[in-house]
């Protein structure tokens, strides 16, 4: 809200003077101008100045010359009022307006609790970056320490001592296979459509245009199928993980599971973990068949190759090590995706905010993990000679 006062002549910029009330024990601080968050306010250090350097023991206020005033004014007089009190000054605010006063008396009715305004300090490189490391180490150590709760899990079910809806397992299996089909389908036909256009441009040059059918066939079947489904699944479902398993933790579902003697991990983890085992090699079988269509529409439409031809050369260049390695990658990044959004849902705080925040980071640590798996797994690969 914005008040005016008759406006006589004032400038129309905030402005303040600090003058002699013709009383030697106190000063009078004009206020003058318009004092909006449109305008450039006056520093309090103007105010400062003047009480260090005179011997006063009262302050007085003076706003004839005010023309229009919001909150920035009250946050001026506030931090005046402050250090009037650190002086031990007396101060008459008759000469404020009336809204200006009764505001004040709210804003200062109850005392602000000591150390609820936190100081900023400049830390030290050496502090913030220790201090940085040791939070690395503890979410490095609850990491492990999830991992290895899901193991129990996992041995636990392996001897048919686990217990988990199985109507949710289906649901969830569901929603991690048939509902991400649209997305696989699109993202995966553009990227064999991109692979095959790109190699075109360069394999034109030699006439060897027929090699795009093996070029779009062993980069979907072995790496790009596989990669492509992981960070689709980890943006729809690993932020999905993170998110319901969040709000539970809000909610606290999560204890109220522990207080009846029910495994969170049993009831919450395991059943997404294994939902996304199963459906994430069918997913990348299916996502390299896509991007091999995309790869033909290419091929045959724009490069004059015959449906046979570019038929034969798929399949010449379709081998069953390749397979087995972009379903292996698969079935790696499902447990990657999974394993991702169920720890960070647990870790979520107990606010709202926290929920997007588990949700961005589920998306972010299964994309870095991916990155680096599928990295380890093509060095072992070119070791190993497949």
Not at 283 to 307: E, K, P, R, S
Not at 337 to 344: D, K, M, N, T, Y
Request: proline share 2%; with cysteine.
């Amino acid at each position: 809200m914005i008040e005016t006062a008759q406006d006589n002549g004032a400038i129309s910029s905030a402005g303040v003077q600090v003058v002699s009330s013709g009383n030697d024990a106190a000063l009078r601080v004009l206020l003058e101008g318009e004092w909006g968050i449109h305008h450039r306010t006056p520093d309090t250090s103007i105010v400062s100045l003047q009480l260090q350097a005179s011997t006063v023991s009262r302050l007085e206020f003076d706003s004839s010359a005010l023309a229009a005033w919001d909150s920035s004014l009250i946050t001026f007089l506030l931090k005046v009022l402050a250090q009037c009190r650190e002086r031990g000054l007396s101060v008459d605010m008759s000469g404020l307006p009336q809204g200006v006063q009764r505001l004040l008396e709210l804003a200062t009715a109850i005392p602000e609790r000591s150390g609820a305004r936190r100081a900023e300090e400049h830390e030290p490189f050496l502090s913030r970056t220790g201090r940085q490391s040791i939070a690395l180490f503890n979410a490095f150590l609850q990491a492990l320490s999830f991992i290895g709760d899901v193991t129990f899990a996992i041995g636990r079910l392996a001897t048919g001592r686990a217990r988990f809806p199985r109507t949710e397992f289906l649901a969830i299996l569901k929603s991690c296979g048939a509902d991400a089909l649209p997305i696989v389908s699109l993202i995966s036909l553009l990227v064999g459509l991109i692979l095959a256009f790109v190699g075109s441009v360069q394999l034109s040059l030699f006439g060897a245009q027929i090699y795009v059918a093996s070029l779009v066939c062993i980069a979907m079947v072995r790496v790009m199928g596989a990669i492509m489904t992981g960070i689709i699944m980890a943006g729809r479902t690993g932020a999905a993980f993170a998110a319901e398993i969040g709000t539970m933790q809000v909610n606290e579902e999560i204890d109220a599971l522990q207080t009846m003697g029910i495994s969170p991990m049993e009831f919450l983890v395991l059943p997404r973990m294994l939902a996304l085992v199963v459906m994430m090699p069918l997913l990348c079988a299916y996502a390299a068949l896509m991007g091999v269509l995309g790869g033909f529409v290419v091929g045959v439409g724009m490069l004059d190759l015959t449906i046979m031809e570019y038929y034969n050369e798929t399949v010449t260049a379709l081998s069953l090590s390749n397979l087995w390695i972009g379903l292996f990658q698969g079935a790696v990044f499902g447990v990657i995706v999974a394993l991702a959004g169920c720890l960070r849902g647990v870790q979520c705080g107990r606010s709202a905010s926290a929920v997007g925040t588990a949700a961005t980071s589920a998306v972010v640590t299964s994309i870095v993990s991916i990155v680096i798996a599928t990295a380890i797994i093509t060095v072992v690969c070119n070791v190993l000679g497949i």
